[in-house]
Protein backbone atom coordinates (compact mmCIF):
# COMPACT_ATOMS: atom_id res chain seq x y z
CA UNK A 1 0.00 0.00 0.00
CA UNK A 2 2.77 2.38 1.19
CA UNK A 3 4.66 1.24 -2.57
CA UNK A 4 1.13 2.49 -4.58
CA UNK A 5 1.32 5.39 -2.26
CA UNK A 6 5.01 6.76 -3.16
CA UNK A 7 4.65 6.19 -6.74
CA UNK A 8 1.32 7.80 -7.06
CA UNK A 9 2.32 11.26 -6.55
CA UNK A 10 5.15 10.78 -8.98
CA UNK A 11 2.97 9.27 -11.64
CA UNK A 12 0.63 12.81 -10.86
CA UNK A 13 3.70 14.72 -11.55
CA UNK A 14 4.58 13.43 -14.78
CA UNK A 15 1.76 13.29 -16.20
CA UNK A 16 1.10 16.95 -15.06
CA UNK A 17 4.59 17.40 -16.85
CA UNK A 18 3.68 15.98 -19.95
CA UNK A 19 2.24 18.42 -22.15
CA UNK A 20 -1.29 17.69 -23.89
CA UNK A 21 -1.67 15.33 -27.13
CA UNK A 22 -3.51 18.62 -28.72
CA UNK A 23 -0.72 21.08 -28.20
CA UNK A 24 2.03 18.68 -29.66
CA UNK A 25 0.11 18.37 -32.64
CA UNK A 26 -0.73 21.79 -33.00
CA UNK A 27 3.56 22.39 -32.39
CA UNK A 28 3.73 19.73 -35.08
CA UNK A 29 1.36 22.04 -37.76
CA UNK A 30 3.38 24.95 -36.81
CA UNK A 31 6.52 23.23 -37.74
CA UNK A 32 5.18 22.01 -40.84
CA UNK A 33 4.25 25.65 -41.98
CA UNK A 34 7.79 26.92 -40.69
CA UNK A 35 9.57 24.35 -42.25
CA UNK A 36 8.06 25.20 -45.69
CA UNK A 37 9.93 28.46 -45.38
CA UNK A 38 13.37 26.60 -45.01
CA UNK A 39 13.04 24.63 -48.05
CA UNK A 40 14.59 24.86 -51.41
CA UNK A 41 13.77 27.93 -52.86
CA UNK A 42 11.01 26.76 -55.55
CA UNK A 43 9.14 25.30 -52.80
CA UNK A 44 9.61 28.64 -50.42
CA UNK A 45 8.34 30.77 -53.27
CA UNK A 46 5.43 28.38 -53.83
CA UNK A 47 4.45 28.48 -50.17
CA UNK A 48 4.68 32.15 -50.05
CA UNK A 49 2.60 32.71 -53.21
CA UNK A 50 -0.34 30.43 -52.20
CA UNK A 51 -0.12 32.26 -48.87
CA UNK A 52 -0.59 35.55 -50.33
CA UNK A 53 -2.84 34.50 -53.37
CA UNK A 54 -4.82 33.14 -51.19
CA UNK A 55 -5.08 35.84 -48.44
CA UNK A 56 -5.51 38.41 -51.79
CA UNK A 57 -8.69 36.32 -52.54
CA UNK A 58 -9.34 36.51 -49.28
CA UNK A 59 -9.63 39.95 -48.64
CA UNK A 60 -11.08 40.63 -52.16
CA UNK A 61 -14.03 38.39 -50.82
CA UNK A 62 -14.32 39.92 -47.52
CA UNK A 63 -14.62 43.61 -49.41
CA UNK A 64 -17.03 42.44 -51.67
CA UNK A 65 -19.24 40.46 -48.84
CA UNK A 66 -19.36 43.49 -47.00
CA UNK A 67 -20.62 45.94 -49.91
CA UNK A 68 -23.08 43.42 -49.86
CA UNK A 69 -24.93 44.71 -46.40
CA UNK A 70 -28.14 45.50 -47.03
CA UNK A 71 -28.96 44.34 -50.30
CA UNK A 72 -31.94 41.85 -50.70
CA UNK A 73 -30.36 39.08 -51.96
CA UNK A 74 -27.46 39.05 -49.45
CA UNK A 75 -28.37 36.09 -48.05
CA UNK A 76 -28.37 34.15 -51.10
CA UNK A 77 -25.41 35.01 -51.84
CA UNK A 78 -23.76 34.01 -48.99
CA UNK A 79 -25.35 31.08 -48.26
CA UNK A 80 -24.47 29.65 -51.44
CA UNK A 81 -20.88 30.87 -51.09
CA UNK A 82 -20.91 28.88 -48.23
CA UNK A 83 -21.99 25.39 -49.39
CA UNK A 84 -19.60 25.84 -51.89
CA UNK A 85 -16.70 26.27 -49.68
CA UNK A 86 -18.13 22.88 -47.90
CA UNK A 87 -18.07 21.34 -50.93
CA UNK A 88 -14.70 22.04 -51.30
CA UNK A 89 -13.98 21.12 -48.28
CA UNK A 90 -14.88 17.99 -48.88
CA UNK A 91 -13.49 17.41 -52.35
CA UNK A 92 -10.18 18.85 -52.35
CA UNK A 93 -8.73 16.56 -50.00
CA UNK A 94 -9.29 13.75 -52.95
CA UNK A 95 -7.56 15.77 -55.40
CA UNK A 96 -4.99 17.20 -53.75
CA UNK A 97 -3.94 15.38 -51.38
CA UNK A 98 -0.62 15.20 -51.26
CA UNK A 99 -0.31 18.59 -50.75
CA UNK A 100 -1.24 17.98 -46.91
CA UNK A 101 0.69 14.86 -44.88
CA UNK A 102 -1.45 15.60 -42.27
CA UNK A 103 -4.28 14.29 -43.64
CA UNK A 104 -3.09 10.63 -43.95
CA UNK A 105 -4.31 9.67 -40.43
CA UNK A 106 -2.23 5.91 -41.28
CA UNK A 107 1.06 7.53 -40.38
CA UNK A 108 0.05 7.39 -36.84
CA UNK A 109 -1.29 4.45 -36.21
CA UNK A 110 1.70 3.02 -34.58
CA UNK A 111 1.78 5.25 -32.36
CA UNK A 112 0.42 4.19 -28.72
CA UNK A 113 -2.61 7.07 -29.32
CA UNK A 114 -6.73 6.26 -28.54
CA UNK A 115 -8.95 8.22 -31.17
CA UNK A 116 -10.96 9.85 -29.11
CA UNK A 117 -8.20 12.15 -28.08
CA UNK A 118 -6.17 12.39 -31.80
CA UNK A 119 -9.60 13.35 -33.54
CA UNK A 120 -9.64 16.41 -30.49
CA UNK A 121 -5.72 16.98 -31.43
CA UNK A 122 -6.34 16.88 -35.58
CA UNK A 123 -9.26 18.86 -35.32
CA UNK A 124 -7.73 21.75 -33.38
CA UNK A 125 -4.03 21.24 -35.40
CA UNK A 126 -6.50 21.46 -38.64
CA UNK A 127 -7.27 24.85 -37.70
CA UNK A 128 -3.99 25.98 -38.29
CA UNK A 129 -2.98 27.03 -42.37
CA UNK A 130 -4.28 28.85 -44.88
CA UNK A 131 -7.25 27.02 -46.08
CA UNK A 132 -9.07 27.79 -42.13
CA UNK A 133 -7.94 31.56 -42.24
CA UNK A 134 -9.63 31.58 -46.34
CA UNK A 135 -12.97 30.16 -44.45
CA UNK A 136 -12.81 32.19 -41.40
CA UNK A 137 -12.58 35.50 -44.11
CA UNK A 138 -15.62 34.00 -45.83
CA UNK A 139 -17.64 33.29 -42.50
CA UNK A 140 -17.11 36.91 -41.46
CA UNK A 141 -17.71 38.45 -44.32
CA UNK A 142 -21.19 36.39 -45.16
CA UNK A 143 -22.09 37.11 -40.98
CA UNK A 144 -21.43 41.19 -42.14
CA UNK A 145 -23.59 40.37 -45.55
CA UNK A 146 -26.38 39.31 -43.16
CA UNK A 147 -26.42 40.34 -39.64
CA UNK A 148 -28.61 42.79 -38.14
CA UNK A 149 -29.15 43.86 -34.84
CA UNK A 150 -27.59 42.73 -31.34
CA UNK A 151 -29.42 39.14 -31.86
CA UNK A 152 -27.78 38.89 -35.29
CA UNK A 153 -24.33 39.96 -34.76
CA UNK A 154 -24.88 36.99 -31.19
CA UNK A 155 -25.94 34.72 -34.16
CA UNK A 156 -22.65 35.49 -36.22
CA UNK A 157 -20.42 35.09 -33.39
CA UNK A 158 -21.71 31.53 -32.88
CA UNK A 159 -21.50 30.87 -36.90
CA UNK A 160 -18.69 31.60 -37.51
CA UNK A 161 -16.40 28.96 -35.26
CA UNK A 162 -19.13 26.52 -36.55
CA UNK A 163 -19.21 26.93 -40.25
CA UNK A 164 -15.34 26.48 -39.31
CA UNK A 165 -15.19 23.79 -37.34
CA UNK A 166 -18.12 22.05 -39.70
CA UNK A 167 -15.81 22.40 -43.24
CA UNK A 168 -12.44 21.20 -41.30
CA UNK A 169 -14.33 17.73 -39.88
CA UNK A 170 -16.09 17.57 -43.39
CA UNK A 171 -12.96 17.36 -44.50
CA UNK A 172 -11.40 15.17 -41.95
CA UNK A 173 -13.83 13.09 -42.01
CA UNK A 174 -13.71 12.41 -46.14
CA UNK A 175 -10.18 12.27 -46.16
CA UNK A 176 -9.95 9.71 -42.70
CA UNK A 177 -12.29 7.33 -44.89
CA UNK A 178 -10.72 7.27 -48.05
CA UNK A 179 -7.24 7.35 -46.68
CA UNK A 180 -6.66 4.12 -48.38
CA UNK A 181 -7.66 5.39 -51.63
CA UNK A 182 -5.38 8.72 -51.61
CA UNK A 183 -2.07 6.75 -50.84
CA UNK A 184 -2.82 4.38 -53.60
CA UNK A 185 -2.58 3.56 -57.19
CA UNK A 186 -5.98 4.68 -58.03
CA UNK A 187 -5.28 7.83 -55.63
CA UNK A 188 -3.14 9.37 -57.50
CA UNK A 189 -5.16 8.75 -61.13
CA UNK A 190 -7.68 10.80 -59.45
CA UNK A 191 -5.50 13.05 -58.58
CA UNK A 192 -4.37 13.49 -62.19
CA UNK A 193 -7.71 14.28 -62.85
CA UNK A 194 -8.14 17.49 -61.30
CA UNK A 195 -7.18 19.57 -63.85
CA UNK A 196 -10.19 18.15 -65.61
CA UNK A 197 -12.67 18.76 -62.74
CA UNK A 198 -11.39 22.46 -62.78
CA UNK A 199 -11.76 22.54 -66.76
CA UNK A 200 -14.68 21.11 -66.47
CA UNK A 201 -16.02 23.46 -63.03
CA UNK A 202 -14.93 26.47 -64.80
CA UNK A 203 -17.21 25.65 -67.85
CA UNK A 204 -20.15 25.25 -65.82
CA UNK A 205 -19.07 28.45 -63.80
CA UNK A 206 -19.69 30.04 -66.73
CA UNK A 207 -22.44 28.61 -68.51
CA UNK A 208 -24.01 29.26 -65.15
CA UNK A 209 -23.54 32.93 -65.35
CA UNK A 210 -25.06 33.39 -68.38
CA UNK A 211 -28.07 31.31 -67.77
CA UNK A 212 -28.30 33.79 -64.45
CA UNK A 213 -27.94 37.10 -66.76
CA UNK A 214 -30.49 35.83 -68.92
CA UNK A 215 -33.14 34.45 -66.33
CA UNK A 216 -33.23 37.60 -64.72
CA UNK A 217 -30.59 37.62 -61.55
CA UNK A 218 -29.79 36.56 -58.76
CA UNK A 219 -33.76 35.87 -58.19
CA UNK A 220 -33.52 32.66 -59.97
CA UNK A 221 -31.16 31.18 -57.32
CA UNK A 222 -34.16 31.74 -54.96
CA UNK A 223 -35.21 28.41 -55.13
CA UNK A 224 -31.71 26.56 -54.96
CA UNK A 225 -30.82 28.66 -51.97
CA UNK A 226 -34.12 27.90 -50.00
CA UNK A 227 -32.73 24.13 -50.08
CA UNK A 228 -28.88 24.85 -49.31
CA UNK A 229 -29.60 27.03 -46.15
CA UNK A 230 -31.32 23.87 -44.82
CA UNK A 231 -27.61 22.25 -45.84
CA UNK A 232 -24.29 22.44 -42.63
CA UNK A 233 -22.53 24.45 -42.69
CA UNK A 234 -24.91 26.68 -44.98
CA UNK A 235 -27.25 26.16 -42.33
CA UNK A 236 -25.25 28.58 -39.39
CA UNK A 237 -25.13 31.58 -41.81
CA UNK A 238 -29.01 30.43 -42.77
CA UNK A 239 -29.06 31.16 -39.04
CA UNK A 240 -27.49 34.89 -39.07
CA UNK A 241 -30.07 35.88 -41.60
CA UNK A 242 -33.29 34.10 -39.95
CA UNK A 243 -32.49 36.09 -37.00
CA UNK A 244 -31.77 38.91 -38.91
CA UNK A 245 -35.56 38.13 -40.22
CA UNK A 246 -36.77 37.58 -36.57
CA UNK A 247 -37.58 33.96 -37.81
CA UNK A 248 -36.13 33.11 -34.63
CA UNK A 249 -37.69 28.95 -34.58
CA UNK A 250 -36.22 28.39 -37.79
CA UNK A 251 -33.12 30.23 -36.28
CA UNK A 252 -33.01 27.88 -33.50
CA UNK A 253 -33.87 24.68 -35.72
CA UNK A 254 -30.86 25.75 -37.99
CA UNK A 255 -29.11 25.75 -35.37
CA UNK A 256 -29.56 22.79 -33.79
CA UNK A 257 -29.19 21.36 -37.32
CA UNK A 258 -25.37 22.67 -37.74
CA UNK A 259 -24.43 20.89 -33.99
CA UNK A 260 -26.07 17.64 -35.14
CA UNK A 261 -24.16 17.73 -38.33
CA UNK A 262 -20.90 18.71 -36.23
CA UNK A 263 -21.39 15.75 -34.15
CA UNK A 264 -22.08 13.66 -37.04
CA UNK A 265 -19.10 14.22 -38.50
CA UNK A 266 -16.67 14.07 -35.72
CA UNK A 267 -18.48 10.67 -34.75
CA UNK A 268 -18.28 9.52 -38.44
CA UNK A 269 -14.30 11.17 -38.25
CA UNK A 270 -13.45 8.94 -35.12
CA UNK A 271 -15.17 5.96 -36.23
CA UNK A 272 -13.64 5.82 -39.46
CA UNK A 273 -10.21 6.61 -37.86
CA UNK A 274 -10.61 3.48 -34.87
CA UNK A 275 -11.14 1.19 -38.33
CA UNK A 276 -7.98 2.31 -39.86
CA UNK A 277 -5.95 2.04 -37.06
CA UNK A 278 -7.62 -1.61 -35.31
CA UNK A 279 -7.39 -2.85 -39.25
CA UNK A 280 -4.70 -3.82 -41.23
CA UNK A 281 -4.69 -2.76 -44.97
CA UNK A 282 -4.24 -5.45 -48.02
CA UNK A 283 -0.42 -5.23 -47.79
CA UNK A 284 -0.57 -7.21 -44.51
CA UNK A 285 -3.27 -9.63 -45.07
CA UNK A 286 -2.73 -13.36 -46.24
CA UNK A 287 -4.65 -14.56 -48.89
CA UNK A 288 -7.24 -16.69 -47.65
CA UNK A 289 -8.32 -18.91 -50.60
CA UNK A 290 -6.47 -19.67 -53.73
CA UNK A 291 -4.85 -16.93 -55.96
CA UNK A 292 -7.57 -16.46 -58.95
CA UNK A 293 -5.82 -16.63 -61.93
CA UNK A 294 -6.93 -13.89 -64.54
CA UNK A 295 -6.24 -15.49 -68.20
CA UNK A 296 -5.13 -12.63 -71.19
CA UNK A 297 -7.29 -13.09 -73.26
CA UNK A 298 -10.31 -13.98 -71.07
CA UNK A 299 -13.69 -12.20 -70.45
CA UNK A 300 -14.50 -9.57 -73.05
CA UNK A 301 -10.87 -9.26 -74.17
CA UNK A 302 -12.05 -12.55 -76.25
CA UNK A 303 -14.05 -10.30 -78.72
CA UNK A 304 -10.16 -8.98 -79.79
CA UNK A 305 -8.93 -10.56 -82.65
CA UNK A 306 -6.34 -12.95 -82.47
CA UNK A 307 -3.06 -12.65 -82.93
CA UNK A 308 -0.28 -9.82 -82.54
CA UNK A 309 -3.54 -7.66 -83.64
CA UNK A 310 -5.18 -8.64 -80.29
CA UNK A 311 -2.28 -8.46 -78.18
CA UNK A 312 -1.51 -4.84 -79.31
CA UNK A 313 -5.15 -3.46 -79.14
CA UNK A 314 -5.37 -5.24 -75.65
CA UNK A 315 -2.00 -3.60 -74.45
CA UNK A 316 -3.73 -0.08 -75.91
CA UNK A 317 -6.55 -0.16 -74.00
CA UNK A 318 -5.04 -1.50 -70.93
CA UNK A 319 -3.09 1.56 -71.19
CA UNK A 320 -5.89 3.76 -70.86
CA UNK A 321 -7.80 2.11 -67.79
CA UNK A 322 -4.03 1.45 -65.79
CA UNK A 323 -1.34 4.20 -66.52
CA UNK A 324 -2.11 7.75 -64.97
CA UNK A 325 -1.15 9.96 -67.95
CA UNK A 326 -3.32 7.82 -70.41
CA UNK A 327 -6.11 7.55 -68.49
CA UNK A 328 -5.95 11.69 -67.85
CA UNK A 329 -5.66 12.46 -71.30
CA UNK A 330 -8.13 10.10 -72.80
CA UNK A 331 -10.50 11.49 -70.09
CA UNK A 332 -10.08 14.82 -70.61
CA UNK A 333 -10.60 14.29 -74.56
CA UNK A 334 -13.93 12.71 -73.73
CA UNK A 335 -15.17 15.08 -71.18
CA UNK A 336 -14.23 18.18 -73.14
CA UNK A 337 -15.15 16.49 -76.58
CA UNK A 338 -18.83 16.60 -75.15
CA UNK A 339 -18.48 19.69 -73.25
CA UNK A 340 -17.76 22.10 -76.15
CA UNK A 341 -20.69 20.62 -78.36
CA UNK A 342 -23.29 20.42 -75.59
CA UNK A 343 -22.61 23.35 -73.81
CA UNK A 344 -22.61 25.41 -77.22
CA UNK A 345 -26.35 23.89 -78.00
CA UNK A 346 -27.41 24.74 -73.87
CA UNK A 347 -26.50 28.50 -74.68
CA UNK A 348 -28.60 29.14 -78.02
CA UNK A 349 -25.26 29.02 -80.02
CA UNK A 350 -24.33 25.16 -81.05
CA UNK A 351 -23.98 23.84 -84.10
CA UNK A 352 -24.28 19.95 -85.16
CA UNK A 353 -20.62 20.31 -86.88
CA UNK A 354 -19.13 21.05 -83.28
CA UNK A 355 -19.35 16.98 -82.57
CA UNK A 356 -16.16 17.22 -84.83
CA UNK A 357 -14.51 18.82 -82.10
CA UNK A 358 -14.56 15.27 -80.18
CA UNK A 359 -12.85 13.37 -82.73
CA UNK A 360 -9.82 16.32 -83.15
CA UNK A 361 -9.72 15.83 -79.35
CA UNK A 362 -9.36 11.79 -79.32
CA UNK A 363 -7.46 11.85 -82.73
CA UNK A 364 -4.70 13.53 -80.89
CA UNK A 365 -4.08 9.96 -78.26
CA UNK A 366 -2.84 8.49 -81.88
CA UNK A 367 -0.23 10.80 -81.88
CA UNK A 368 3.62 9.82 -80.25
CA UNK A 369 2.36 6.35 -80.02
CA UNK A 370 5.79 4.92 -79.03
CA UNK A 371 6.44 7.41 -76.46
CA UNK A 372 3.58 6.05 -74.46
CA UNK A 373 5.17 2.59 -74.10
CA UNK A 374 8.03 4.69 -71.82
CA UNK A 375 11.01 2.40 -71.63
CA UNK A 376 9.42 -0.73 -72.36
CA UNK A 377 8.82 0.13 -76.15
CA UNK A 378 12.21 -1.82 -76.26
CA UNK A 379 10.42 -4.87 -75.76
CA UNK A 380 8.03 -4.13 -78.62
CA UNK A 381 10.74 -3.14 -80.43
CA UNK A 382 12.39 -6.99 -80.47
CA UNK A 383 9.24 -7.75 -82.34
CA UNK A 384 9.38 -5.23 -84.93
CA UNK A 385 11.80 -6.74 -87.87
CA UNK A 386 9.72 -5.76 -90.82
CA UNK A 387 7.55 -3.38 -92.98
CA UNK A 388 4.79 -5.64 -92.41
CA UNK A 389 5.34 -5.98 -88.80
CA UNK A 390 5.49 -2.04 -88.17
CA UNK A 391 1.94 -2.10 -90.31
CA UNK A 392 0.60 -4.76 -88.07
CA UNK A 393 1.69 -2.55 -84.28
CA UNK A 394 0.12 0.29 -86.03
CA UNK A 395 -2.50 -0.86 -87.28
CA UNK A 396 -4.02 -2.96 -84.32
CA UNK A 397 -3.07 0.74 -82.12
CA UNK A 398 -5.50 2.43 -84.85
CA UNK A 399 -8.01 0.11 -84.25
CA UNK A 400 -8.21 -0.04 -80.15
CA UNK A 401 -8.43 3.99 -80.79
CA UNK A 402 -11.21 3.82 -83.04
CA UNK A 403 -13.32 1.28 -80.76
CA UNK A 404 -13.82 3.71 -78.72
CA UNK A 405 -13.73 6.83 -80.73
CA UNK A 406 -16.10 5.73 -82.89
CA UNK A 407 -19.26 4.81 -81.06
CA UNK A 408 -18.20 8.34 -79.27
CA UNK A 409 -18.56 10.09 -82.02
CA UNK A 410 -21.12 8.87 -83.58
CA UNK A 411 -22.78 9.48 -79.63
CA UNK A 412 -21.90 12.92 -79.44
CA UNK A 413 -22.47 14.21 -83.00
CA UNK A 414 -26.35 12.40 -82.55
CA UNK A 415 -26.87 14.04 -79.41
CA UNK A 416 -26.13 17.63 -80.40
CA UNK A 417 -28.00 17.14 -83.79
CA UNK A 418 -30.76 16.65 -81.21
CA UNK A 419 -29.69 19.49 -79.13
CA UNK A 420 -30.07 22.09 -81.71
CA UNK A 421 -32.72 20.51 -83.14
CA UNK A 422 -31.06 19.91 -86.62
CA UNK A 423 -31.77 16.06 -87.84
CA UNK A 424 -31.26 17.53 -91.40
CA UNK A 425 -27.47 18.01 -90.85
CA UNK A 426 -26.75 14.75 -89.11
CA UNK A 427 -25.39 12.52 -91.84
CA UNK A 428 -22.86 15.40 -93.13
CA UNK A 429 -21.93 16.24 -89.74
CA UNK A 430 -21.46 12.57 -89.16
CA UNK A 431 -19.47 11.89 -92.12
CA UNK A 432 -17.58 15.16 -91.71
CA UNK A 433 -16.53 13.72 -88.09
CA UNK A 434 -15.18 10.36 -88.93
CA UNK A 435 -13.56 11.59 -91.88
CA UNK A 436 -11.67 14.51 -89.41
CA UNK A 437 -11.32 10.81 -87.26
CA UNK A 438 -9.58 9.17 -89.88
CA UNK A 439 -7.38 12.14 -91.17
CA UNK A 440 -5.81 12.33 -87.35
CA UNK A 441 -5.40 8.46 -87.46
CA UNK A 442 -3.58 9.00 -90.03
CA UNK A 443 -1.08 11.95 -89.49
CA UNK A 444 -1.14 10.07 -85.98
CA UNK A 445 0.72 7.46 -87.18
CA UNK A 446 2.98 9.43 -89.58
CA UNK A 447 4.11 11.64 -86.55
CA UNK A 448 4.83 8.63 -84.27
CA UNK A 449 7.15 7.33 -86.82
CA UNK A 450 9.03 10.50 -87.94
CA UNK A 451 8.63 12.87 -84.83
CA UNK A 452 8.95 10.53 -81.70
CA UNK A 453 9.30 11.62 -78.47
CA UNK A 454 9.85 10.73 -74.89
CA UNK A 455 7.29 10.82 -72.35
CA UNK A 456 9.04 11.13 -68.38
CA UNK A 457 7.45 8.18 -66.18
CA UNK A 458 7.57 10.32 -63.30
CA UNK A 459 6.01 14.31 -62.65
CA UNK A 460 1.67 14.19 -63.37
CA UNK A 461 1.86 17.09 -65.50
CA UNK A 462 5.12 16.48 -67.45
CA UNK A 463 4.50 14.98 -70.46
CA UNK A 464 8.11 15.65 -72.84
CA UNK A 465 11.10 15.42 -71.35
CA UNK A 466 13.32 18.61 -71.61
CA UNK A 467 14.90 18.95 -75.07
CA UNK A 468 12.25 17.44 -76.99
CA UNK A 469 9.83 20.19 -76.48
CA UNK A 470 10.11 21.63 -80.38
CA UNK A 471 10.04 18.36 -81.61
CA UNK A 472 6.62 17.44 -79.94
CA UNK A 473 5.06 20.43 -80.78
CA UNK A 474 6.31 20.47 -84.04
CA UNK A 475 4.72 16.74 -84.55
CA UNK A 476 1.28 17.70 -83.20
CA UNK A 477 0.41 20.83 -84.88
CA UNK A 478 2.21 20.06 -87.99
CA UNK A 479 -0.25 16.56 -87.71
CA UNK A 480 -3.15 18.85 -86.67
CA UNK A 481 -2.65 20.96 -89.83
CA UNK A 482 -2.17 18.91 -92.35
CA UNK A 483 -5.42 16.31 -90.57
CA UNK A 484 -7.77 19.61 -91.64
CA UNK A 485 -5.76 19.77 -95.00
CA UNK A 486 -6.93 16.03 -95.98
CA UNK A 487 -10.27 17.11 -94.86
CA UNK A 488 -10.49 20.06 -97.06
CA UNK A 489 -11.84 18.27 -99.90
CA UNK A 490 -14.63 16.70 -98.17
CA UNK A 491 -15.59 20.34 -96.48
CA UNK A 492 -15.35 22.09 -100.04
CA UNK A 493 -17.72 19.55 -101.42
CA UNK A 494 -20.03 20.13 -98.22
CA UNK A 495 -19.87 23.92 -98.49
CA UNK A 496 -20.60 23.46 -102.47
CA UNK A 497 -23.49 21.58 -102.00
CA UNK A 498 -25.05 23.98 -99.72
CA UNK A 499 -24.46 26.96 -102.30
CA UNK A 500 -25.69 25.23 -105.46
CA UNK A 501 -28.70 24.01 -103.37
CA UNK A 502 -27.94 19.91 -103.76
CA UNK A 503 -29.17 19.87 -100.48
CA UNK A 504 -30.68 16.48 -101.30
CA UNK A 505 -27.40 15.00 -101.84
CA UNK A 506 -26.11 16.01 -98.52
CA UNK A 507 -26.84 12.42 -97.04
CA UNK A 508 -23.62 10.81 -99.62
CA UNK A 509 -21.36 13.20 -97.33
CA UNK A 510 -22.21 9.84 -94.65
CA UNK A 511 -20.65 7.76 -97.02
CA UNK A 512 -18.33 9.49 -98.44
CA UNK A 513 -17.15 10.58 -94.70
CA UNK A 514 -16.31 6.92 -93.66
CA UNK A 515 -14.78 5.94 -96.80
CA UNK A 516 -12.59 9.02 -96.73
CA UNK A 517 -11.46 8.25 -93.59
CA UNK A 518 -10.56 4.71 -93.91
CA UNK A 519 -9.06 5.34 -96.37
CA UNK A 520 -6.53 8.04 -94.83
CA UNK A 521 -6.40 5.80 -92.11
CA UNK A 522 -4.68 3.17 -94.46
CA UNK A 523 -2.72 5.70 -96.14
CA UNK A 524 -1.18 6.68 -93.06
CA UNK A 525 -0.33 3.38 -91.38
CA UNK A 526 1.39 2.34 -95.59
CA UNK A 527 3.45 4.85 -95.17
CA UNK A 528 4.57 5.33 -91.76
CA UNK A 529 5.06 1.24 -91.32
CA UNK A 530 8.09 1.28 -93.79
CA UNK A 531 9.57 4.53 -92.21
CA UNK A 532 9.46 2.57 -88.35
CA UNK A 533 11.09 -0.41 -89.64
CA UNK A 534 13.40 1.85 -91.14
CA UNK A 535 14.09 4.21 -88.01
CA UNK A 536 13.51 1.90 -85.45
CA UNK A 537 16.85 2.23 -83.78
CA UNK A 538 16.33 6.23 -83.82
CA UNK A 539 13.24 5.63 -82.33
CA UNK A 540 13.65 3.45 -79.88
CA UNK A 541 16.56 6.11 -78.71
CA UNK A 542 14.49 9.17 -78.83
CA UNK A 543 11.44 7.52 -76.52
CA UNK A 544 14.13 6.54 -73.61
CA UNK A 545 15.40 9.83 -73.23
CA UNK A 546 13.03 9.77 -70.47
Avoid at 57 to 66: E, I, K, Q, R, V
Avoid at 114 to 135: E, Q
Wanted: charged fraction near 10%; glycine fraction near 10%; charge should be positive.
Amino acid sequence: MSAVTAVTPGSAATAAAAPSLTSVFVGLKLALLRNGLRGSSKRKAAFIGSFVFAMLCAAALLLLLTLLRGHVHAGTVTVLLTGILALAWAFMPLFFAAGDDTLDPSRLVMLPLRPRPLVRALLVSSLVGIGPLFTVCLAIGSVVAVAQGPAGWAAGVVAVPLVLLVCVALARAVATANVRLLTSRKGRDLALLSGLLIAVGAQLVNFGAQRLTQAGGLTSLEPVEAVVRWLPPATAVGMVDSVAAGAYGRAAAQLLLTLAALAGLVWAWERSLTRLMVSPDGSTIAAAGPVKEHAPGGGLWRLLPGGRTGTAMQRSLRYVVRDPKTKSAWVTALAIGVIVPVFNALQGTGSVYLACFGAGMLGVQMYNQFGQDYSAFWMIAQTISTPRDAYVELRARAAALALVTVPYSVVVTVVTAWLVDNWAALPQALGLTLALLGAMLCTGALTSAHYPYSIPSEGAFKNVVPGQAGLAWTGIFGGMVAAALLCAPLIGVTIWLHMAGHESLLWLLLPAGVAWGALATWAGLRLSAPVVARKLPEILQAVSKG
